[in-house]
């Protein structure tokens, strides 16, 4: 099918959208969009339309991921390639301008083919960082007439963040923590599908992405520093800890980073990617749920592992020039941590020794009195309270 030659996101193309959907019959269905990655938000959500309400449901994902993601999905669910190089056929528009309801994970340049549509921005998680209109140059804004977050404090983050309302933001918590919370019973299943099994403890690092701060690209350095997030980082060290304890730590890269030796960091501490979470056939928000503790620094899966009351270990060596060039939400950062800010390596080996030899959760009280700021519900109904409240309020 031929390309259109207008980008997404340009005022012709806005025009052209509105003028050829009016020739699209609108239909009674949902079309959930991960067009950068598979998200777990899409999964849990397309899935729970589709068990739950008499409407077709489409969901829009990477072609590589089409295969990986279909035994996850309700077998009503209609799988459909997205778009790439940010252009549409019109097979694509026909999909998108049908559906009565629209479901984003990602910033996705559109132009509503009917003020009838209803578009809700799922997101990809709860924020430590400055995103969308706190940040400059992340100018693509996603437009939406409904948002979700996970408590009222996150409602106002949300609102500011997105340039919506208040009052069209949802306290609903995210579909992908269903998922997660639901996977806890199948841990030991887990662990043994991906030979985890014969590890007194599992753990899983997931630092954030960093973007290439001289630039404002998206430029990313393949050192060993840049995969931890910290310079210097006394890997051996770790995975010394590691074998001490009869543990193990998975370090999960960003999707946009290239891993060329995946699993061969150290006997104890292994580089998986998306592509190893697809060989295993095992959803990121699944494998979560297996693992006994996270590592991270700014990533927003801190806010939705605090669900699982376990230890995280938040190890971050350059607050203050994150916060200068990427930028934070919070000040002081350390105080909405759910453990101490561990900013030296020292401290953070200390730390982690201490959990894996002796089991105590030293943080336990300051997660939980953060969960409840980050989480109004702690339950794993999050994708109902979407569907309620934009379907059955409409």
Known sequence: MRKWGLKLGSIPYKLLCRMLGLFVKKQHRALVISNVKIEDNAISMA????????????????????AFVKPFLDSRI???????????????????????????????????????QQYINLWH???????????????????????????EMTREMNAAIFGVPKEQVLISGLPRNDQ????????????????????????IWMPTYRRSNATNSTAVRKQASALFGVEDFALHRLNRILEENNAVCLLKTH????????????????????????????????????TDALISDYSSVMIDYML???????????V???????????????????????????????????????????????????????????????????????????
């Open 255 to 290: 999707h946009v980073m290239e891993v060329e030796e995946e699993g061969k960091t150290f006997d104890r501490v292994r580089l998986i990617d998306d592509a190893w979470l697809r060989r295993h056939e095992v959803l990121l928000y699944e494998f979560l749920a297996c």
């Open 125 to 151: 998680g709860l924020t430590y960082k400055k995103i969308q209109r706190l940040r400059p140059y992340d100018g693509i804004l996603v437009q939406a007439d409904y948002t979700v977050a996970g408590s």
């Open 180 to 203: 997660m919370l639901r996977s806890r019973d199948q841990a030991n299943r887990i662990q043994k599908k991906l030979n985890l099994d014969s590890y007194s403890r599992v753990l």
């Open 78 to 116: 209609h799988l459909y390639p997205s778009p790439r190089h940010m252009c549409l056929d019109w097979t694509s528009f026909k999909r998108l301008s049908r559906a009565k309801y629209v479901f984003l994970t990602y910033q996705f340049l559109y132009a509503k083919a009917s003020r009838h």
């Open 308 to 318: 699982l009351d376990r230890p995280i270990f938040c190890l971050a060596t350059d």
């Open 320 to 394: 203050e020039h994150y916060q200068r060039t990427q930028g934070l939400c919070f000040s002081p950062y350390s105080d909405w941590v759910p453990s101490a800010l561990y900013q030296t390596q020292d401290a953070f080996f200390e730390a982690v020794e201490v959990f894996l030899r002796t089991g105590i959760d030293q943080w336990q009280a300051k997660r939980r009195r953060l969960r409840t700021a980050f989480f109004l519900h702690q339950d794993a109904h999050s994708a109902r309270r979407v569907a309620e409240a934009v379907l059955d309020g409409d």
């Open 47 to 66: 899935n729970f339309l589709a068990a739950h309400y008499s409407l077709e449901v489409d969901l829009m994902l990477p072609a590589r991921d089409m």
